[in-house]
Nanobody, 125 residues
Framework: VQLQASGGGLVQAGGSLRLSCAASGRTFSDCAVAWFRQAPGKEREFAATVDWSGRSTYYADSVKGRFTISRDNAKNTVYLQLDSLKPEDTAVYYC???????????????????WGQGTLVTVSS
């Protein structure tokens, strides 16, 4: 499966963005999908994940209450709504999924098989 992340950009603190992760090659409607982010000079960190149905979600404490993950399996797309953005949210955001079920929730990057190319979010103060 190929993942294409998009929607990043430059936004002022307090603003919003919506990221999209579109899958091609095969459907990922039977798999959980996660968003990670990597700030300059830092390790890639987990942000949010949604299960195959869209009914269960899980967030890192740093984004809980500000970010919302969702999916539209008919469109083979997962979204990450970023609200109340802070300068510390500046990072490249990546979407990822598995080849096979790995449990729930899975927050370690090494557990994911497929990655999008990343989309840059820059939050100015």
């Amino acid at each position: 499966v190929q993942l294409q992340a998009s929607g990043g950009g430059l936004v002022q603190a307090g603003g919003s963005l919506r990221l999209s992760c579109a899958a091609s090659g095969r459907t990922f409607s039977d798999c959980a999908v996660a968003w990670f982010r990597q700030a300059p000079g830092k390790e890639r960190e987990f942000a949010a994940t949604v299960d195959w149905s869209g009914r269960s979600t899980y967030y890192a404490d740093s984004v809980k209450g500000r970010f919302t993950i969702s999916r539209d399996n008919a469109k083979n797309t997962v979204y990450l709504q970023l609200d109340s953005l802070k300068p510390e949210d500046t990072a490249v955001y990546y979407c990822a999924t598995f080849a096979n079920y790995r449990g729930w929730p899975v927050m370690t990057p090494s557990s994911y098989d497929y990655w999008g190319q990343g989309t840059l979010v820059t939050v100015s103060s």
